[in-house]
């Protein structure tokens, strides 16, 4: 019995990491595209990050409050 309910829970788990990482990528996916929108030139997923480039981004990341908050949900 207590091999049936660890089997059990290690599938309930193997699920819950499947929809944790499918909403992150999700949420990646996201910030790249508001990215895009508020003028970024190019946005793109690499695993786990989202690089940015674009000409004067650091610069304009640190003055405009649109593009620090381009993503973010609130709720």
Do not use: T
């Amino acid at each position: 019995m207590a091999a049936v309910a660890a089997d059990a829970a290690g599938v309930k788990l193997a699920v819950l990491v499947r929809l944790v990482e499918a909403r992150a990528e999700q949420r990646r996916r996201d910030v790249a595209e508001a990215m895009l929108a508020a003028g970024v030139e190019d946005a793109q997923v690499e695993g786990e990050a989202v690089r940015l480039s674009g000409r004067g981004l650091l610069r304009r990341w640190m003055s405009d409050l649109m593009l620090r908050e381009a993503g973010r949900v609130r709720g």
